[in-house]
């Protein structure tokens, strides 16, 4: 059927049927968070005009032409288990989960329509958390979640804006000291260190000159150790997580598991240099090993990271050096590598991390006789000059 289309005003279209002569109008209007344009049509110009201004009010205020029934928790539960359940780990998924559960589920704010969701709820939902002091992370971490859901719903088109994006969150202060070990602990570490069977000893030595993560360690497999060349090739990691997913309508929690995944980003895979002390106690390590694992448990699986984490307290105890955390010792590495003027870029691919901005705004720290250090320095440079 032949149509002839005249551009009437911008985005609106008077169409007239060739073979009957009717007439009818189109107008079209676009959805920036859609990223696409709604055509709609009228009789007359005049209702077509009065259409488009209240579609238009309706994108506005959040509210789809296609209303939906859907809660907040329904769509949090649908984005974890049906549209990213096979692009997120299960360890992120149970993560996720854990959040909504602890912080959403049960909540007024999980019983909200999302075609009703206005900045407001989130904000005071968020503000009522922020109450108690040191709740800044879990806020971002909630709102990360809210937000990705929402976000789904945009792509669904069953809402037509993401009001999580709109509210205002805390800060975080970047700049917070990340506490290592002085030089003095290290010492009385690697004195007692010794007396601890060789298993031991190299899980805490690779961490702490490799800065290779707990699970890179704990997952690590002779073929990834290159021994003739002092290269730890990390391909994957291991952690303990829970395997959660919807079975007939219904979450269900399966018991804790050691599952082997990716590491963590695509830059975490990358080759480690071994410095050669360590590497030639690997060598003695591996002799009479059959088992592929590095550092497998008493049975020949992976180790449980819960207890490694016992003995790792308990050798700091023994040591008499106050509780840090195992990743303590990957900041240690970066912070002594920096501070012997190894160049960034090496640094940061050691490390895995996708730029030398996130190396130094997350690891290097300058101590009080680093400073006084560089202070003496400027001071010798601009010496003479006046």
Not at 210 to 239: A, F, P, S
């Amino acid at each position: 059927m032949s149509k002839i289309k005249e551009k009437v005003k911008t985005n609106i279209f008077k169409i007239t049927d060739i073979e009957t002569g009717k007439v009818h109008y189109m107008g079209r209007y676009y959805v920036a968070e859609l990223a696409k344009q709604r055509e709609i049509t009228a009789p007359t110009l005049k209702e077509l005009e009065k259409k488009l201004t209240t579609e238009k009010n309706k994108y506005n205020n959040g509210i789809l032409p296609s209303n939906t029934s859907l809660t907040l928790e329904k769509i949090i539960l649908d984005t974890l288990f049906v549209y990213k359940q096979n692009k997120l780990k299960p360890s992120s998924i149970e993560r996720y989960y854990g959040i909504y559960k602890k912080y959403i589920k049960g909540t007024q704010l999980s019983k909200k329509n999302i075609n009703k969701l206005q900045i407001r709820d989130l904000q005071i939902f968020y503000n009522n958390i922020l109450q108690e002091k040191g709740k800044e992370n879990i806020v971002l971490n909630i709102n990360k979640l809210v937000k990705a859901s929402l976000t789904q719903a945009v792509k669904l088109e069953l809402i037509s804006r993401n009001v999580a994006s709109l509210v205002t969150l805390p800060s975080i202060n970047k700049n917070k000291k990340i506490p290592i070990f002085s030089d003095n602990e290290i010492h009385k570490l690697m004195d007692t260190l010794k007396k601890e069977d060789l298993q031991m000893q190299l899980i805490v030595l690779i961490a702490i000159t490799t800065g290779l993560r707990q699970g890179e360690i704990l997952g690590l497999t002779w073929q990834n150790v290159d021994l003739n060349n002092n290269l730890i090739k990390v391909r994957q990691t291991v952690r303990q997580t829970k395997k959660i997913e919807i079975k007939d309508g219904k979450i269900e929690e399966g018991k804790n598991e050691i599952i082997k995944t990716s590491p963590k980003v695509a830059s975490s895979t990358r080759d480690v240099f071994i410095p050669q002390e360590v590497c030639n106690l690997l060598k003695i390590y591996k002799k009479n090993k059959i088992n592929d694992i590095v550092f497998p448990n008493s049975f020949g699986g992976w180790m449980d990271a819960s207890n490694f984490r016992k003995h790792y307290k308990n050798l700091l105890k023994k040591a008499d050096i106050p509780y840090l955390k195992f990743h303590t010792l990957r900041h240690q590495y970066t912070t002594t590598l920096l501070k012997n003027n190894v160049l960034l870029k090496r640094v940061q691919e050691l490390l895995g991390h996708a730029t030398p901005t996130t190396t130094m705004n997350i690891y290097m720290q300058l101590s009080s006789d680093d400073i006084q250090t560089t202070n003496t320095q400027i001071n010798n440079i601009f010496s003479g000059l006046l």
